[in-house]
């Protein structure tokens, strides 16, 4: 089996390739081909995976080829792997800085920031997905691109149901409250519902039986992990779930803003200099054996480790815990994801699909963040209750947003785009939103096409 990286050189590959090497069954990737713009971090990324074979011994290993030609990593691919970043970490440096500049937040995938991202994403990533329905009709593609629910929704304009999100944030959460509930991951069934970046834990089944009301009892215990340390115990009773950590951003976004404003450099301008650093060392061919993994290793523990900190300060949550660091994230959704398709291995997975009537207050094909159950024939939601009233202001609201970039991106129209900004509930301002998105246009050669 076949599967293309498109941004093949990104940092998080060796986790996906990590994955691969660890899974032993029948039907198994046997090769993988990364894509990418810039032939510097495609050879830097390359090291690593050789060094991760190596350290290993995997005799067995999939092959690894790189190259910058999109038609060719395409052709004769089962699945197609997306993890791009248009206008790469620079870009997203600037999307927080102008953000910030006009008090509003600028993060990659919420409010301000993730507007610019995505009208800067989805003109490339339609005619990504135009190119797989020539190159490689029948493949399956895993999107993680970021803004990844309008982004997936974007691609299945042309990809229908064979575009699947995922995401690592909704397997983090459930899988921290099933351990501090004595339970299995694995045998637990996760009432989660919402946005990519916008959803609730609403109930952790396990026997049949709620436990999410027992953990929401005991103040020790919400305050034992991440998401019970950022909101507190008090508002998660007052919600009855646990969110998406993301939604901190929205609960908290005065504070948080605030606190981003006073930081000595933003996430993307720290995530930006760490990995220059990084592909500059790691691309030279003289490095021993071992060297390039070793490096990735110590890069990306920084980069844990200081993962949302400005919101882990506002709310007092200390350094993170070392079970928050822990990996099994977004790689290990795709490979199970993978292997439910290739080997009609079944599966209940939560992802981004189509909404196909899931929740009420949607159409049918926005894309929203569900339990599914996966098999053959692709990802199937799961029926879930409907959203309360606070919830389903904040879902249709941003929902509202993402199909004026959609709409932006489709048109070109100067206007769909001041109204996706503008009907963001984290922008508070037309007049914000205009001078936003002149800011952006002006930052950005990507955003030339808004006229």
Known sequence: MRLTILGGGGFRVPLVYGALLGDRGEGRVSHV????EDPGRLTAMARVLADQAAAQGAADAPAVTATGDLDEALRGADFVFSAIRVGGLEGRAAD?????????????????GGIAYGLRTVPVVREIARRIARAAPEAWVINFTNPAGVVTEAMAEVLGDRVI????????????????????????????????HLG?????????????PRLLADDKALESFEEGRLFGADWL????????????????NRDTVRAYQEAERTRGAFLRDQQRAFYAGTGRPDGPPGSALAAWDRTRAEREATYMSENREVAGAGEREESDLESG?????????????????????ILNVRNRGTLSVLDADAVIEVPCLVDANGAHPVAVDPLPLHAVGLVTSVKAAEREVLAAAASGARADAVKAFALHPLVDSVAVARRLLDGYATEHPGLGYLR
Do not use: F
């Open 33 to 36: 081909t990364l894509y990418d």
């Open 165 to 196: 999100g995922i995401c690592d944030s909704p397997v983090g959460l459930g899988r921290r409250i099933a351990r501090l509930l004595g339970a299995r991951p694995q045998d637990a069934w996760i009432d989660y519902v919402g946005l990519n």
């Open 200 to 212: 609730w834990v609403r109930g952790l089944r396990v026997g049949g039986r709620d436990e999410l």
């Open 329 to 349: 994230g977004y790689e290990k959704v795709a490979l199970a994801l993978m292997r439910a398709i290739a080997r009609d291995e079944r599966a209940t997975l």
């Open 237 to 252: 009773r007052s919600l009855g779930a646990i969110p998406n950590e993301y939604l901190h951003y929205y609960y908290y």
């Open 96 to 112: 927080e800085r102008i953000a910030l500049a006009e008090g509003v937040l600028g993060q990659e995938t919420v409010g301000a």
